[in-house]
T-cell receptor, first 115, second 113 residues
Framework: DTAVSQTPKYLVTQMGNDKSIKCEQN?????MYWYKQDSKKFLKIMFS???????INETVPNRFSPKSPDKAHLNLHINSLELGDSAVYFC??????????????FGAGSRLTVL | GDSVTQMEGPVTLSEEAFLTINCTYT??????LFWYVQYPGEGLQLLLK?????DKGSNKGFEATYRKETTSFHLEKGSVQVSDSAVYFC????????????FGPGTRLSVLP
């Protein structure tokens, strides 16, 4: 019954590897996001997709590639992992409305550790 | 661009103390304002929201009022509990900014018994 689910919850890998994090939402939302949270809890938007179209693409290395096969899924693939990529990655979703009162619903996070 | 500023933490209080966490924002449009809470090891959860000036959001004893004249959305609770220990994030959503949500840096609250 989880509204926004992301897998894996924990990921430990070596520098230079490629890894993916998957996200699915069952809320019927049309917009999905990836956020990165660093060790100081600072939360930064990375990408946003609305109905499978990329609408926000912040300054993120092109080693990060999001893919949205449909509006319920948004996956994040990371190539050539670096130490600085270690963080917690949060998937989120929202329903865009004319009122602007849309609310973000977050997944539980995926903690990536690069050794 | 839009931004959110919060008071620096950590904030440490005794149980039943009064809590205020300050939040101010800058926005080009007319944003909606939110407080999210993150408990240890979990994702962020919506705590409360307000969509227009003078709106008061409230939930679980927490309150915040949308003050357009001071561009503020301070979080308050009259009597905190140990279970309120968490990181609190102020955020805005500006329709004029591509529906992006902008978060403050977070304020860690520790409540001691």
């Amino acid at each position: 019954d989880t509204a926004v689910s992301q897998t894996p919850k924990y990921l430990v890998t070596q520098m230079g590897n490629d890894k993916s994090i998957k996200c699915e939402q069952n809320l019927g939302h049309d917009t999905m996001y990836w956020y990165k949270q660093d060790s100081k809890k600072f939360l930064k938007i990375m990408f946003s997709y609305n109905n499978k179209e990329l609408i926000i693409n912040e300054t993120v290395p092109n080693r990060f590639s999001p893919k949205s096969p449909d509006k319920a899924h948004l996956n994040l693939h990371i190539n050539s992992l670096e130490l600085g990529d270690s963080a917690v990655y949060f998937c989120a979703s929202s329903l865009q409305g004319l009122s602007g009162a849309n609310v973000l619903t977050f997944g539980a996070g995926s903690r990536l550790t690069v050794l | 661009g839009d931004s959110v500023t919060q008071m620096e933490g950590p904030v440490t209080l005794s149980e039943e103390a009064f809590l205020t966490i300050n939040c101010t924002y800058t926005a080009t449009g007319y944003p909606s304002l939110f407080w999210y809470v993150q408990y240890p090891g979990e994702g962020l959860q919506l705590l409360l929201k307000a969509t227009k000036a003078d709106d008061k959001g409230s939930n679980k004893g927490f309150e915040a009022t949308y003050r357009k004249e001071t561009t503020s959305f301070h979080l308050e609770k009259g009597s905190v509990q140990v279970s309120d220990s968490a990181v609190y994030f102020c955020a805005l959503s500006d329709r004029n900014y591509g529906q992006n949500f902008v978060f403050g840096p977070g304020t860690r609250l520790s409540v001691l018994p």
